[in-house]
């Protein structure tokens, strides 16, 4: 359990290291990245052992991988800014 743990919070630097080089201009403060992502793949592995039981790791680093990603996207910005047409226009 200790094990799984370790590799999912391994798992979620790894992934928003990632995030960080792929999509730095679109995201916030890195600090933040890497605890949003960190915080994702620990929840996403309790989430994931808790409705699987034990001995499950592979899918317990699966669904912690996918949870990581699913809030790490949640703090992406928009590129550019939304151009917004007046009522009247």
Same mark, same amino acid.
């Given at each position: 359990?200790?094990?799984?743990?370790?590799?999912?919070? /391994?798992?979620?630097? %790894?992934? +928003?290291?990632?995030?960080? /080089?792929?999509?730095?201009?679109?995201?916030?403060?890195?600090?933040? /990245?890497?605890?949003?992502? /960190?915080?994702?793949?620990?929840?996403?592995?309790? !989430?994931?052992?808790? +409705?699987?039981?034990?001995?499950?790791?592979?899918?317990?680093?699966?669904?912690?991988?996918?949870?990581? !990603?699913?809030?790490?996207?949640?703090?992406?910005?928009?590129?550019?800014? %939304?151009?917004?047409?007046?009522?009247?226009?």
């Amino acid at each position: 359990m200790i094990l799984e743990a370790l590799g999912s919070a /391994v798992l979620g630097l %790894l992934l +928003a290291w990632a995030a960080t /080089v792929g999509l730095g201009h679109r995201l916030p403060a890195r600090p933040l /990245v890497y605890c949003t992502g /960190v915080a994702g793949a620990l929840f996403g592995d309790f !989430v994931t052992h808790t +409705a699987l039981g034990p001995g499950t790791a592979l899918l317990s680093l699966l669904g912690a991988a996918a949870i990581s !990603v699913a809030s790490l996207s949640l703090l992406l910005r928009p590129t550019g800014r %939304l151009r917004r047409r007046s009522a009247t226009a």
